[in-house]
């Protein structure tokens, strides 16, 4: 089984150790992974900002960069979602446009093997024990992507109940969108703080240590705000406390 | 605040005066919350809810792609139970085809059942100037008539008022256009619905012509189709001598069976009712039963070019039953005006670009308005995919160029460059993580300014993940 991760440029960038710790939970689940050097992005924030043909150089690179791996791992919902739902839009949209099949043999050729990293452990490792260790109390919000466009459902419910000495505690209002957004964030800037402060409001109210997701672009944004107020709370993408150890606790 | 939303500014500026306003956030969020929860209770009863769904895309789908051929043989139909069709290209037509309607009966008053196509067009507006007074009988309609105030919600157009606010309207403003509030009126329900009752009642004993829209038209018998809850719409509609109703062309549905489908979809998702309480049919004229003249105005109104659009088409599916609204984010916090139509909401912000073009800075900024958190999606009875709309029209906007997009789109390009030359972008994550000590909490410039108003930027890392990578693993 020839794995390979998809990083993301936000983690690559921005969130190095999320990407770490996905490398760590992965090998130490048995599972060795590849690090192909030429991805990049998925192009998510073009495409949805209204640039599709300037997305379409990456969506050939993605496909380029992990041909012949059986599996592409990546710590993020919404790349995922971006590379399930809109690289068949771009291929599609490109071959009515009489600008050939290419795009869309890309998106078929990589759709089918990319995985969210949840869904890599749940659904084709089979596991949600995976001996971690995090003695904190820990609220969790699912992200828009997670929950609806991929519907990640219980799976990181259940890996996160699996941990030992974590406290799992309710986030209220959990299915509602945190404002990020991508462009969103900086386009509407004052709804998507609104939004935010409310989703603060509500992780601050659960009392938890953490608040934890699977999408670094919504953390970081709910990040920034908690860090801005400095509140008794931070946001901790779930690789992190999924990689986790008796041996080698988070840092 | 005047009554009509030309020359409204952009979404943003819209709103950022919205999320400040304290008691419109509440109005809004106690209102929205409390629908949005009994609608999720309505829908889990029906356990046949994703096929009602799936058959309600599939009727609209395929109407839509025979939209001529349905819009004729309802004509037919109308016109052979004794109507009138009319056919409108535009607001303007229509408008006209109205008001020299209600001319023609010689009348200079008319009563009005709750219609969003009359909202679109402006219809009120254009009969005061032509001297015919119109009088909104919904109650919701009544408080923003009377409140000289806009609509911001298509079903409930005054989500944004409280029951304070609503009596301290009714108390000042009632008199002006007929019988006045109770001098001790207070903000119970009870006694703001009594007061709309004599209030409206007058009106509907009076009135001889009478101003429809409709949900349905029915093509293979010309039947019309209001749904309500609360009579008012059946009093317009069968007490007046004159009826006239106009509509959107993707109203039409082939036929009876279809509104099997609908009839059960549109109140559950609208206000969470199994049924509603009053479904008015009607079919032309009929002697001595109910108006005496029966006009239908087919309104198009920029429908058409929505349906020459592949992806955008699917927002004529639209039933106008609010759930998209009731569970958004954006709106609940932007509130229904910010939207600059009578299309509020994630409907609003596909349906209206699509109606009215994207050449002002409103109808521009409509595609941007949204998060693209999918809970629209998820909740719309006719499935459409309120996102993929307006990741569609974000393009088409981005296409034309205009305010803030020609930067955007240079600046586009070159994160595609650097995107598709990882050793270039390598060479950046270095170079910020070098410099990270120098960053500051605020910054300047385009993106970074807004981005750090509210939030920290994140703390940047030593490295960048691939030289962790190349220094520990190969």
Known sequence: MRVALFATCVNDALHPSTAVATVRLLERLGVAVDFPAAQTCCGQPQFNTGYRRETEPLVHRMARAFEGYDHVVTPSGSCVAMIRDNYPRIGSKARAEGRGDTLAQASDSLVPRTYELTEFLVDVLGVTDVGAYFPHKVTYHPSCHGLRMLGLGERPRRLLEAVKGLELVELPGAEECCGFGGTFAVKNPDVSTAMGADKIHHSLSTGAEVLCGADNSCLMHLGGMLRRQDAPQRALHLAEILASTEEEPFA | ?474
């Open chain 2, 1 to 474: 605040m005047s009554g009509t939303f030309i020359g409204m500014p952009a979404f943003p500026k819209a709103a950022h005066e919205a999320v400040r306003d304290t008691t419109l956030r509440a109005n809004l969020r106690h209102a929205t919350h409390t629908i949005r929860d009994k609608r999720a209770v309505a829908v889990a009863e029906l356990a046949d809810w994703a096929e009602l769904r799936e058959a309600g895309k599939q009727i609209k789908t395929e109407t839509l792609h025979s939209l001529d051929t349905y819009l004729v043989q309802l004509e037919e139909a109308v016109t052979a139970a004794g109507g009138t069709v009319h056919w409108a290209a535009d607001a303007a037509e229509a408008n006209q085809i109205v008001t020299d309607l209600v001319k023609a009966t010689g009348e200079s008053e008319v009563v009005k059942v709750k219609s969003m196509a009359t909202q679109e067009i402006g219809l009120n507006e254009h009969l005061e100037a032509e001297g015919i007074r119109a009088y909104e009988t919904d109650l919701a309609e009544l408080i923003v008539q009377l409140g000289e105030d806009r609509p911001s919600h298509i079903l409930v157009p005054a989500i944004h008022r409280n029951r304070g606010e609503i009596r301290d309207i009714f108390t000042s403003e009632m008199g002006k256009w007929g019988r006045e509030a109770p001098d001790d009126l207070t903000d119970s329900p009870v006694e703001l619905a009594e007061a709309a009752r004599l209030h409206l009642r007058e009106k509907f004993l009076r009135a001889k012509v009478g101003i429809s829209g409709a949900n349905f038209m029915v093509a293979e018998t010309g039947t019309l189709v209001v749904v309500e809850s609360e009579g008012n719409g059946r009093m317009c509609l069968t007490l007046p001598e004159t009826l006239i109703s106009v509509v959107g062309i993707e109203k039409v549905v082939p036929t009876w069976r279809d509104l099997e489908v609908f009839l059960q979809t549109l109140p559950r998702s609208s206000t969470a009712e199994r049924m509603n309480p009053y479904t008015s049919t009607w079919t032309g004229t009929t002697d001595g039963d109910g108006p005496s003249a029966f006009h239908l105005v087919l309104l198009d109104n920029g429908r058409t070019d929505a349906l020459a659009d592949e992806v955008g088409r699917q927002a004529l599916r639209c039933i106008r039953c609010s759930a998209c609204l009731n569970v958004c984010p954006v709106y609940e916090r932007a509130g229904g005006h910010a939207y600059g139509s009578v299309y509020p909401g994630p409907i609003g912000a596909i349906l209206t670009p699509q109606l009215r073009g994207t050449t002002s800075e409103v109808d521009a900024s409509l595609p941007y308005a949204s998060s693209l958190c999918g809970a629209c999606y998820d909740v719309c009875p006719v499935a459409i995919d309120i996102p993929e709309v307006l990741v569609h029209l974000r393009e088409k906007v981005a296409g034309q160029g205009g305010k803030g997009h020609r930067l955007e789109k240079v600046a586009m390009k070159a994160a595609g460059w650097v995107l598709d030359h990882p050793g270039v972008l390598a060479a950046g994550e270095r170079a910020a993580s070098k410099t990270r000590a120098l960053h500051p909490r605020k910054l300047p410039g385009p993106g970074a300014r807004q981005w750090t108003e509210s939030r920290d930027l994140p703390e940047l890392p030593a490295e960048p993940f691939r030289d962790w990578w190349k220094k520990n693993r190969t």
